[in-house]
């Protein structure tokens, strides 16, 4: 029964099938072939998705798809641009911080870089930037939305391991900028070497354009300023959110109305079903596999590899890397958390940094190709082909690995700030 679940999800997965199928159909199998009884599905199928930290998952989806509709996005790009952006490599500067910061709000990869390069990418185009190099950017840049709080992968973490969400959202913060550096480097030395971007500067526009971006600004300053301050739980946060860019939208910029309102709902239904859809499913089949105990064997192989920490550690992140190239965070989660937590406990790993490692490690899988859901999104918005990308964008998973390194190596980067807010011990 273990074999026909992992072998059967593998199987599915080379074939392409999507990824909710591929996670689901094994576990009904193991289920109805295993005599684990097939009315536990529906019970398991609902448990999965009925718990409270988890509806903040849709709420901050609704929250980013609110503020990129109703043009905060957009603002803030012209402002960076104007300060950093209208000089040699300068549009790379832009690229990161503002892909940083808009995943400060939206807490999704691929949301980032949708709504960073529907704009930006154009804007790198007519500046003389290569459309492989800017997709491959905004794609590296955007994964650091899973990583930055407020985080759905981080969510997700919190909810199977019974970890602190907030701890999590505050030990993400400064890892979150160490990647956002770590890409820096090789992209605006690349950007300066082929000679890429404008040395025009306008300094007129640069009050005005920092008033007219000054309400998206401060997004999240009041989100993750509640949360560190112990004023509302990452729950109540994703509300705070949903309401204040609905504020932003119909009583400040005055962009929103009822007709796009309906049209922002659907679509942050629809994503948001996608995403709960594969919790359900992911679920399901952490249940099949702890049932019929190939999770316990599994998580006893790895342990029986060696006694050394480390040696455990540069394998666990090995089989992240791996399965990151090829699933999505969600899935990976609930797939190997339950075989990696024993080998947590064993090697007596702190689950607030080994969370934010895991998530480091899963961005970089985001835009390493074969899959690489974020280059998916932005080769489409700079119509290129897939392939195009790849070059360019080694160097800068070569400057994440890097990032992860100093993340594993130093422990304190990821759990100073959440010790300073009193989150944890």
Aim: charged share 10%.
């Amino acid at each position: 029964m273990g074999a026909l679940l992992f072998l059967g999800f593998f199987a599915l997965l080379l074939l392409g099938v999507p990824i909710a199928v591929a996670i689901g159909l094994p576990a009904f199998l193991v289920i109805a072939f295993g005599d684990l009884g097939v009315p536990v599905i529906a019970p398991n199928f609902f448990a999965g998705i009925a718990k409270f930290p988890l509806l903040a998952i849709p709420l901050f989806i609704l929250a980013g798809f609110v503020l990129e509709r109703c043009g905060i996005s957009e603002r803030i790009i012209r402002f960076a641009n104007i300060l950093i952006g209208q000089r040699p490599g300068g549009l790379v500067l832009v690229a990161v911080a503002v892909c940083v910061f808009f995943g400060g709000v939206s807490g999704s990869g691929p949301a980032d870089a949708a709504a960073i390069g529907a704009i930006l990418i154009p804007a790198m185009h007519a500046q003389g930037y290569g459309r492989a190099f800017s997709a491959a950017l905004i794609a590296a840049a955007g994964s650091t939305a899973i990583i930055v709080p407020p985080s759905i992968a981080l969510i997700i973490y919190g909810a199977i391991t019974n970890t602190s969400i907030t701890a999590l959202f505050a030990a993400g913060a400064i890892p979150g900028l160490i990647a956002g550096l770590s890409l820096l480097l090789p992209a605006f030395t690349d950007a300066r070497r082929r000679g890429y971007g404008s040395a025009a500067v306008d300094d007129t526009r640069l009050t005005r354009a920092f008033l007219d971006a000054a309400w998206g600004l401060l997004a999240p300053v009041i989100i993750l300023g509640g949360l560190y301050g112990g004023i509302f739980t990452p729950t109540e946060a994703a509300v705070v959110a949903v309401f204040y860019s609905l504020f932003l939208g119909f009583a400040v910029y005055r962009t929103l109305t009822p007709k796009l309102v309906y049209r922002i709902l659907v679509d942050a239904g629809e994503a948001s079903a996608v995403v709960l859809l594969i919790v359900a499913f992911a679920g399901l089949f952490s249940w099949a596999g702890a049932t019929v105990g190939i999770l316990d064997r599994l998580a006893g192989t790895l342990l029986a590899i060696s006694d050394n920490p480390w040696v455990l550690l540069v394998l666990v992140n090995i089989l992240v890397f791996i399965a990151g190239m090829l699933m999505d965070a969600i899935s990976i989660y609930y797939i190997f958390l339950p075989i990696l937590m024993p080998v947590m406990a064993r090697c007596g790993w702190d689950p607030v940094w080994f969370g934010v490692v895991m998530t480091f490690n899963l961005a970089i899988g985001q835009f390493t190709p074969p899959v690489a859901v974020n280059l998916y999104v932005t080769t489409q918005l700079a119509d290129i082909r897939l392939e195009d990308t790849f070059r360019a964008a080694i160097p800068l998973v070569v400057a994440m690995l890097a990032g992860l390194t100093l993340i594993i190596i130093f422990p304190q980067l990821s759990l100073v700030v959440p010790r300073l807010c009193g989150l944890t011990p």
